[in-house]
């Protein structure tokens, strides 16, 4: 059990005036090579984007527009937020257009996937790592605030779920002050097999107490990549038993090459955890989780709930890559009924 202590470093537990500008690349990789990193070919209807930070930096964002058909098969004054899809560790903005995009979009959602720094085709930051939860909160802040005037429904996987608490917590809801301007309001968030709000260490103790050989095989996959591979290992993280091999392998190499860097530094993000607690109803959250995540536990799951005094669905049958997964639309439905509840 040498290797467990490395477990702190596991990822679930990452119109213009054309005036001269000056160019600085000590903080960015702002040269885009010609072929993409990320060897991903986008469905029908879907385009990718570059959304600029302040810093100068690109995001990559995987758009998919709603269906115009289903558009007008709802009634006129039936509003659909756009939805926003933040991604975990060894992820990116490819995991949710593979299945979730073409399914919202389809039921009228406008859909945008995110990369976040240093994953996917997103530019690359001169740190040892992408950032942290604020910069990461921050980043996806000063996307919204320049891209929408209906607020979104901001929806997270595992570390991504993590992201979007600390946004929720810091964006103020119901208050008129300048933080509303740095974290703008949100029609409601989804966290789908998400680290619960205290980080991975609740996590990590509760495996290394009650399932050690489970611990042993989490450390191995995730903080020694052994994941990247092993197909087995990959499969038993991520996926369901039933999962096809070739699907298996396509989403390994997939990983593979989203996550140049980590997501954070995780010693210091667990030092700064758990996210501050929030108002009661002052947002709508869906806490959503797998019957066989292999990463999140049921009490991690529970745990999530109780901050936000919901009760938590799982989903049977179905991995810790929900939106991957081969029962990837049972997850996609139960977001999708929850939707429908919102502004009902």
């Known amino acids: 059990m040498a290797v467990l202590p490395s477990i702190h470093s596991i990822s679930f537990f990452q119109p213009k005036i054309p005036t001269p500008k000056p160019i600085v ?3 960015a990789e702002l040269i885009r090579p010609q072929k993409m990193r990320v060897p991903f070919k986008l469905k029908e209807e879907q385009n990718r984007i570059f959304h600029e930070l302040p810093s100068g930096l690109q995001m990559e964002v995987i758009v998919q527009k ?34 979730w995009l073409p399914f919202f979009s389809a039921s009228g959602f406008d859909c945008y996937a995110i ?8 530019d690359t930051p001169s740190a040892s790592v992408a950032g942290t939860l604020q910069t990461h909160a921050s980043d996806i802040a000063d996307f919204i605030h320049r891209s929408f005037s209906t607020p979104p429904v901001l929806l997270g996987h595992s570390f991504g779920g993590l992201i979007v608490q600390y946004y929720i917590a810091n964006s103020k809801h119901g208050d008129s002050s300048d933080a509303e301007k740095l974290f703008p309001r949100l029609t409601g968030a989804v966290l789908i097999c998400s680290v619960p709000p205290s980080g991975n260490s609740g996590l990590v103790q509760r495996y290394l107490f009650t399932k050690p050989i489970a611990a042993f095989k989490v450390t191995l996959s995730l903080a020694a990549k052994a994941f990247q591979t092993s197909l087995p290992l990959c499969k038993e ?23 140049r860097m980590p997501l954070f530094d995780l010693r210091k993000l667990n030092a700064s955890l758990p996210v501050p607690s929030l108002p009661k109803s002052c947002i ?12 999140v536990d049921a009490e991690g799951l529970n745990e999530t709930g109780r901050f936000y005094g919901v009760t938590p669905i799982c989903v049977q049958g179905v991995a810790h ?24």
């Not at 004054?77 to 990116?92: D, K, M, Q, T």
């Not at 990369?115 to 997103?122: A, C, I």
Request: charged share 20%.
């Open 25 to 27: 690349r000590a903080n």
């Open 66 to 99: 709603g269906s115009p058909k289903s558009a007008q098969s709802m009634p006129s004054n039936v509003e659909r937020p756009p939805l926003i899809f933040l991604h975990g560790s060894y992820h990116a903005a490819w995991s949710w257009a593979e299945h």
């Open 115 to 122: 990369s976040l720094l240093g994953q996917g085709e997103s």
């Open 237 to 259: 993280t991520f996926f369901s038993v039933t999962m096809e091999d070739h699907l298996v392998l396509r989403y390994q190499e997939l990983m593979k090459k989203s996550s």
């Open 284 to 295: 709508e959250v869906l806490v959503l989780g797998a019957s066989d995540d292999f990463i």
């Open 321 to 344: 890559d929900m939106m991957l997964d081969c029962s990837w639309q049972k997850g996609a439905e139960a977001i999708l009924t929850w939707l429908n509840c919102l502004r009902s």
